[in-house]
């Protein structure tokens, strides 16, 4: 059993910048697919990144295009998100999750999740 753990939110004021951080404990597939989702209050989980297994792929959500970096370290077993320029918008809880699958960028189809960390940016 796969176990994710986020780390590194915070509270931080509009146009700064962030770096989260997810480890994932017990990951025994080589080609796992890993992505960042978050949820603000009253709304849906809403994908934010992804990366495929080796780093070559990337998706972004619109939003935090050219903003936001993902990353992975497989001989860590982590994955980063980088946040620059943030806005109060971006606030919100974050999750990283984990897919072995096709590509996607649906939460229901990412069957390993952490607990999140909350992230807030002030205006």
């Known amino acids: 059993q796969v176990q994710l753990v986020e780390s590194g939110g915070g509270l931080v004021q509009a146009g700064g910048s962030l770096r989260l951080s997810c480890s994932a404990n017990?990951?025994?597939?080589?080609?796992?697919?890993m992505g960042w989702f978050r949820q603000a209050p009253g709304k849906e989980r809403e994908f934010v990144a992804s990366?495929?297994?080796?780093?070559?792929?990337?998706d972004y959500a619109d939003s935090v295009k050219d903003r936001f970096t993902i990353s992975r370290d497989n001989a860590k077993n982590a994955m980063y998100l980088q946040m620059n320029r943030l806005k109060p918008e971006d606030t919100a809880v974050y999750y990283c999750?984990?897919?072995?699958?096709?590509?996607?960028?649906?939460?229901?189809?990412?069957?390993?999740w952490g607990q999140g960390t909350q992230v807030t940016v002030s205006s």
């Open positions: 999750a984990l897919r072995v699958g096709p590509r996607s960028n649906t939460p229901g189809d990412y069957p390993a």
């Open positions: 990366i495929n297994w080796n780093g070559v792929t990337t």
């Open positions: 017990g990951l025994t597939s080589s080609y796992a697919a």
